[in-house]
């Protein structure tokens, strides 16, 4: 069978398809602009990068204790280091400053330096930017308070784990990422006092250095050895921001 279209009906079919794909080409160009306006893309900063130690002309070395646990040693750890009459850098996490706020407030009206170590204890370099920045502002919404709104501006994420999005959210939210030098690994089995001490003061370069610790109860043992052994080196133990650049 052989169908024979006229002039008139080829015309209407040719601008019947022309409308169409206008149409389509208008609908896909604004479902596009709508995407970009709910999800807008953050361009990741490579150039941002975590400080693992700082100014190595320094005569001082930092201790940063990073807190989620371990509540019950803090104490101890505080009247050493009064005894000692040093200052270092307890980074806490917002769940265990909503829960233990009398040892925080302590720790604060000890005068030592705070630092975020984000909300919950989590693999921060599995997180999205959004995630990364809900945990870190979470955070703040517990710990400003005790520290009368004063921002704060050193950020330790969880086991040093992090990714770009973590650098970016921290950067945003106007914090220095802070990783470590010299680890203590005061957490694993069989670290005991002597091991502890021996991981940090057979290190060669303590200029500068961040040493990595946690509250636990060997590591209260091995601190002040840890500051006599490091006075005698001409080393001042100090808070993080005493060995920034």
């Not at 940063?64 to 307890?90: Q, S």
């Not at 030592?112 to 909300?119: A, K, L, N, T």
């Not at 080393?235 to 060995?243: E, P, T, Y």
């Amino acid at each position: 069978m052989i169908f024979i279209i006229n002039k008139r009906t080829l015309f209407f079919i040719v601008f019947a398809l022309i409308f169409i794909l206008i149409v389509s080409i208008i609908g896909y160009s604004l479902s596009g602009d709508d995407k970009n306006k709910t999800e807008p893309v953050i361009s990741l900063n490579q150039s941002i990068q975590p400080v693992e130690r700082g100014d190595d002309t320094s005569n001082y070395i930092a201790f940063a204790c990073n807190v989620d646990w371990g509540n019950e040693v803090i104490p101890d750890m505080l009247e050493i280091l009064r005894d000692k009459d040093v200052k270092i850098t307890f980074f806490v996490t917002g769940r265990w400053a909503k829960e233990f706020p009398d040892i925080f407030k302590l720790i604060i009206d000890e005068g030592h330096e705070i630092g975020s170590h984000g909300y919950q204890h989590l693999n921060y370099g599995n997180l999205s930017l959004e995630k990364n920045i809900e945990q870190i502002s979470k955070a703040d919404e517990i710990i400003l308070p005790y520290l009368n709104n004063k921002k704060l501006n050193l950020f330790a994420p969880p086991s040093g784990s992090y990714n770009q999005n973590t650098l970016v959210a921290a950067e945003k939210l106007g914090y220095t990422t802070i990783l470590w030098s010299i680890d203590t690994i005061d957490w694993r089995s069989g670290s005991t006092k002597d091991i502890i001490v021996d991981r940090v003061i057979s290190k060669n370069d303590h200029a500068g250095s961040i040493v990595l610790m946690h509250p636990m109860p060997e590591t209260a043992k091995a601190l002040p050895i840890l500051i006599d052994k490091l006075e005698e080196k001409q080393m001042k133990v100090g808070r993080v921001s005493d060995i920034l650049k």
